[in-house]
């Protein structure tokens, strides 16, 4: 599975949109972007994935770039409860059902 | 539906001891999956099943950890002995293949602490 890269931290004001940037420059054509976070105390959560269309659910969207390289995670009005760290996983989708954490960034919501 | 349970919630225990954790995956899912998650080396995939076979175990750090799952509503996770650098906490996650999707749902994680 391809390598990911993350910024270590971020911080985003309550009500505004957080917009969290992933580097996948080696992504195979047959590779999806995953995105989860972990609430501080819990289990890993799934928010979304995609191929290389504009995803987009109840929690939040995903933009890809053109080329695939890159990808954005947007959530559109953080809230105190999105405090998190997110993780951006790159995987080919078929049998192997292995996700490989990254570090992920570390996402902080403020009042 | 109750989730991706695991039990005990919070584990510990002396060094040289056995510890088995319990996980209870989603019911119909067909992948379970077993995490490690500490400060140092983050969270790591130790093994997988698929239909109750273990797919993949390289991620099992050594003999001391060994893994089954009997049936489709049930596996557990042994250490046996455990020692202080297994102290950690434990993430079991459940997927189904059917979905297309893929998505893995995790339980709430042991931890454990070895004495």
């Known amino acids: 599975d391809a390598k990911t890269t993350q910024p270590t931290s971020m911080d985003c004001a309550e009500g505004r949109a957080a917009n969290l940037p992933c580097n996948h420059s080696?992504?195979?054509?047959?590779?999806?972007v995953y995105w989860y976070r972990q609430i501080h105390s819990q289990g890993p959560q799934y928010i979304i994935h995609?191929?290389?269309n504009n995803e987009t659910n109840e929690m939040a969207s995903l933009i890809i770039t053109e080329d695939r390289k890159s990808s954005t995670l947007i959530l559109p009005h953080a809230t105190l409860r999105d405090t998190a760290v997110y993780y951006c996983?790159?995987?080919?989708?078929?049998?192997?059902?292995?996700?490989?954490f990254g570090q992920g960034t570390t996402l902080q919501v403020k009042p | 539906d109750a989730g991706v349970i695991q039990s005990p919630r919070h584990e510990v225990t002396e060094m040289g001891q056995e510890v088995t954790l319990r996980c209870k995956p989603i019911s119909g899912h067909d992948y379970l999956f077993w995490y490690r998650q500490t400060m140092m080396r983050g969270l790591e995939l130790l093994i997988y099943f698929n239909n109750n076979v273990p797919i993949d175990d390289s991620g099992m750090p050594e003999d001391r950890f060994s893994a089954k799952m009997p049936n489709a509503s049930f596996s557990t996770l042994k250490i046996q002995p455990s020692e202080p650098r297994d102290s950690a906490v434990y993430f079991c996650?459940?997927?189904?293949?059917?979905?297309?999707?893929?998505?893995?749902?995790f339980g709430p994680g042991t931890r454990l602490t070895v004495t």
């Open positions: 996650a459940s997927s189904l293949r059917a979905s297309g999707r893929y998505e893995q749902y």
């Open positions: 080696t992504i195979s054509g047959n590779e999806y």
């Open positions: 996983i790159v995987r080919v989708l078929g049998n192997t059902g292995k996700l490989i």
């Open positions: 995609g191929l290389k």
